[in-house]
């Protein structure tokens, strides 16, 4: 395709028709910027939020209260958990880089309803600071942990509505979004751009879509029944009200163990990207890839019960939810096989992005793997409920999103803003991050085995060894992401002017100019081929 | 072309449908005073579910839509079917 590449083009960035600059930003209907709007909202509560992190283990340096006690350790933990799941990784990066990159990809000039996506993100807002709220009024902070468990839920004098109504609010967003997305996908496609000449990020962000608008209700729901029981003594959960408080785990794990394919689904979909970029070859398995997207969404829908395999559920519940677990790690393996042998004699360019990819690999391999002896039912009582647990989640959530999300952020930056970080600098990053990650995570996998449950702010000695080493790799990884952070807003404000095409890709987000014009393209391309079609360069 | 895509409903079939919602949600409840034991949300889901076939049908036009929209429909009522019952096999397999 022809690039667009003109000097005279006004970019989005430029694009300024209101005198007060912020209004140029809370008024503007554009995908690039509310993608950037959530960029920067999401990046200041992560902020937040791993400092949170940061305090928890700071207390577990040492056995007994070290810096603060269990009411306030208890609140801690709550309120990490909310920030980082209902804030930062469930709209993470389908908002971010879903908003930016989705209309671009399939050749559109935006999303379908433009407003309806300032909107979401105006909900999102709402939402975020509802729970910011929640933290701090009078009541104390809510002592639930982000999953609300009943009865404790129903009972606990904290805030507990307050941030039951956020995450309410919140889930409205990701519907809108997901909605919006959907339509995109569906009536926006540029013209020869049939399902299997899409590229995958956009097919990832698809599956994920229909997740958000057929899951989240579900929660939003069970969010409100609480909040009727606590306040009109209606009996769902309770006991002692004629409730099931098992209803509730089965009606939140309904949304929450989905919520999961919302985290990882776009994740997986932005190394997707990267790994034919920087191999410089077609992806392999393009079909596979697209297919077992959906097969992952539709799949992750039926496995919520492998939450609940202590809690008293039947046998065969069991049986059949510990079964369709180990069903569900075929297509994310067949995803793992493609990106490597996507790799395999390829040229391989180790750029950045692509080693936060590989990184993603690894760490989401280990939580994978880990993943399976929670999904089998004998082992999975052993580890219940100890950071064992803690310990995957994160190798899925943090190694699997997170790593994915600053794979992006490294693959897409120059095209976002532009400019070019220093390469040096986010290649130590990276080795700072992977190194701190596995010091911090990896302990409470040996730790969990032994016994030490989650969410305790106290324990025996004889796991103060791993809460030790933990702790240093907290501090290590905070240092990492720091550097990183420091590139980033270093590069926005004083790196080199990007190229259009810094990475030879061969997607339309490389086609046009870096940063994008206002909307996008100077004509809707038509699209001929396959996406990842790597010419040579006689042929380019 | 368009014109012939957009069904119009009348005003009167409307107001039927609308009084039957009414009447169905009056039904929904009294049902309360009646024990149903182990049936009570079965009846409960029954009752809404017929509320809500007449609102995907008349009001949100489903009748008068193309089929693709008939059959995603009915694949995502499938979905939550398949939800619903596998939590409540759960409870009679205890």
Do not use: C
């Amino acid at each position: 395709m022809e690039s667009t590449q003109a000097t005279n083009h006004v970019s989005y960035l430029q694009h300024k028709p209101h005198k007060i600059g912020i209004l140029n930003w809370i008024l503007s209907t554009d995908h690039k910027r509310i993608g950037l709007l959530y960029l920067y909202s999401i990046m200041v509560f992560f902020i937040v939020a791993a400092f949170l992190g940061l305090l928890m283990r700071i207390e577990k340096f040492a056995p007994g209260e070290t810096i603060m006690d269990a009411q306030t350790y208890n609140g801690v933990f709550t309120v990490h958990g909310i920030i980082m799941i209902f804030i930062i990784v469930i709209p993470g990066l389908a908002a971010v880089f879903g908003n930016f990159f989705l209309p671009i990809l399939i050749g559109a000039k935006d999303v379908a309803f433009p407003k309806l996506n300032l909107f979401s993100w105006y909900i999102y807002i709402a939402g975020a600071i509802l729970a910011l709220i929640s933290q701090f009024a009078s009541g104390g902070a809510p002592d639930t942990g982000w999953t609300f468990y009943v009865p404790y839920s129903a009972d606990s004098s904290t805030n507990v509505i307050w941030a039951l109504t956020a995450a309410f609010i919140l889930g409205f967003s990701s519907i809108l979004t997901g909605l919006n997305f959907i339509v995109t996908i569906h009536r926006l496609r540029a013209p020869g751009m049939s399902w299997f000449r899409m590229p995958l990020f956009p097919w990832s962000i698809y599956a994920t879509s229909w997740i958000q608008v057929l899951a989240t209700p579900i929660v939003g729901i069970t969010l409100l029944m609480v909040i009727a029981e606590r306040t009109l003594n209606i009996g769902f959960f309770d006991p002692a009200l004629g409730g099931d408080p098992i209803l509730f785990q089965h009606l939140f794990w309904i949304y929450s163990h989905p919520a999961v394919y919302i985290m990882i689904l776009p994740a997986m979909g932005v190394v997707t990207e990267i790994f034919p970029t920087f191999s410089q070859k077609p992806i392999f398995g393009y079909s596979a890839i697209a297919l077992s997207s959906v097969a992952i969404a539709a799949v992750g829908y039926f496995v919520w019960g492998h939450h609940m395999f202590t809690t008293g559920i039947s046998y065969w519940s069991r049986w059949f939810f510990s079964f369709l677990t180990f069903i569900v790690a075929v297509p994310s393996a067949i995803k793992v096989f493609n990106w490597i042998s996507t790799m395999y004699g390829g040229s391989i360019d180790l750029k950045p992005p692509l080693l936060w990819a590989i990184g993603f690999i690894f760490l989401f391999m280990i939580g994978g793997l880990t993943g399976l002896v929670l999904g089998a039912l004998a082992t999975n009582v052993h580890v219940h409920d100890t950071t064992f647990v803690v310990a995957h989640f994160h190798y899925i959530i943090f190694g699997g999103m997170g790593f994915a999300f600053f794979a992006g952020l490294h693959y897409w930056f120059p095209k976002m803003f532009g400019k070019m970080y220093n390469i040096k600098l986010a290649n130590i990053s990276f080795i700072i991050t992977f190194i701190g990650f596995n010091v911090l995570y990896f302990p409470l996998f040996i730790i969990g085995l032994q016994g030490m449950p989650r969410r305790y702010f106290d324990y025996f000695p004889e796991y103060q060894y791993g809460h030790v080493i933990s702790t240093i790799g907290a501090f290590i990884l905070i240092i990492g992401i720091f550097i990183m952070l420091f590139n980033f807003f270093r590069g926005a404000r004083k790196g080199e002017i990007a190229p259009a095409n810094p990475w030879k890709g061969v997607t339309l987000d490389w086609q046009i100019e870096s940063p994008p014009t206002l909307l996008n393209f100077d004509e809707i391309p038509v699209i001929t081929e396959k996406p990842y079609t790597f010419k040579k360069e006689e042929e380019a | 072309m368009e014109d012939k895509k957009h069904h119009i409903s009348s005003f009167n079939s409307l107001l039927m449908v609308l009084i039957g919602l009414f009447i169905m949600t009056g039904i929904s409840v009294m049902i309360t005073e009646i024990h149903f034991s182990t049936f009570s949300v079965g009846v409960a889901l029954l009752l809404a579910s017929i509320k809500g076939y007449l609102v995907l049908t008349y009001f949100m036009h489903l009748k008068y839509d193309e089929p693709i929209f008939r059959i995603m429909v009915f694949l995502i009522l499938l979905l939550f079917a398949i939800v619903i019952g596998i939590t409540f096999i759960d409870y009679l397999l205890r």
